[in-house]
């Protein structure tokens, strides 16, 4: 089956771990009164995969079937029982809801198109969407003597892109709105600072180069002629020794223009 976009987010997840943070034992916000049953993670959007545990004030845990989440997005916790006194929560924030991830994955297969056209599509079928070599029906691409879906090196041609994508996005953000904070009624004041718009430059440039050798890689083994068979044209003695940009040479000792 072709490769969908379902399998891009789990797999950019596991790439994207550097944007995943641990939180241990934070309280949790909510109007603790013996009604109120609903309560929220300072942090979020929360790890799906990672969930929540949930402690009271003496580190006692709590057993999962006494709470449910409500939501990863919002961080909604909801009690069975009312809580009479402070709760505290250890999780993993995610840092991009499944939404967001959504959008980048569909941005990262139009990068790789742009970066190596091969006239693919997003073709959706079942729910699902996948990359397609059909419009109108789930194709999965030949890619040489595999397809799309069995080639490591072409999604992990596809993954930078989605990857660059997101960075290239949040390069944006940053370079608009310099750090990002929250208040909360509980934990207080949260400042970040770690998406710095001149660091995510630098990091942009470091996937752009690795975007380019994945497009040759994956050209190569798809049999595009563009990639190979390059032989460089002969360049003669007085040029080398002028022009060459090579150690000894006239134009590296500043002799020459």
């Known amino acids: ?18 944007n995943e943070q ?5 309280p949790l916000e909510g109007l603790v009164d013996g009604e109120n ?4 993670a300072p942090h979020r959007p ?3 995969t990672a969930g929540i545990t949930v402690y009271d004030v003496e580190g006692n845990e709590f057993s999962s079937g006494s709470y449910s989440v409500e939501s990863y997005e919002t961080a909604t916790i909801v009690f069975n029982t009312a809580p009479t006194k402070r709760y505290y929560g250890s999780y993993t924030v995610q840092g991009l809801t499944e939404a967001m991830l959504n959008n980048v994955v569909h ?35 030949v890619c040489g003597g595999l397809v799309f879906s069995t080639s490591r090196l072409q999604i992990k041609l596809y993954l930078l892109c989605c990857e660059y994508a997101l960075v290239k ?37 470091v996937l752009d180069r690795d975007i380019d050798d994945a497009v040759i890689g994956a050209g190569n083994q798809a049999g ?13 003695d007085l040029w080398l020794d002028q022009y060459d940009w090579w150690t000894g040479g006239k134009q590296w000792r500043g002799e020459v223009a």
């Open 1 to 18: 089956m072709a490769y969908s976009l379902t399998t891009a987010v789990t797999e950019l997840k596991r790439s994207l771990f550097w």
């Open 22 to 26: 641990a939180v241990s034992h934070e």
């Open 37 to 40: 049953k609903v309560f929220y």
């Open 46 to 48: 929360l790890s799906s």
């Open 107 to 141: 941005e990262g297969s139009d990068e790789m198109e742009a970066r190596h056209n091969r006239i693919w599509y997003l073709t959706s079928s079942g729910g699902s969407t996948y990359i397609s070599s059909s419009a109108t029906q789930v194709v999965d691409p």
């Open 169 to 205: 996005a949040l390069m944006k953000y940053a370079a608009a709105n310099y750090f990002r904070y929250r208040e909360g009624r509980v934990a207080g004041v949260m400042v970040d600072r770690s998406r710095n718009a001149e660091q995510l430059r630098l990091a942009l440039d």
């Open 224 to 236: 595009d002629s563009v990639f190979g068979g390059y032989v460089a044209g002969t360049k003669s």
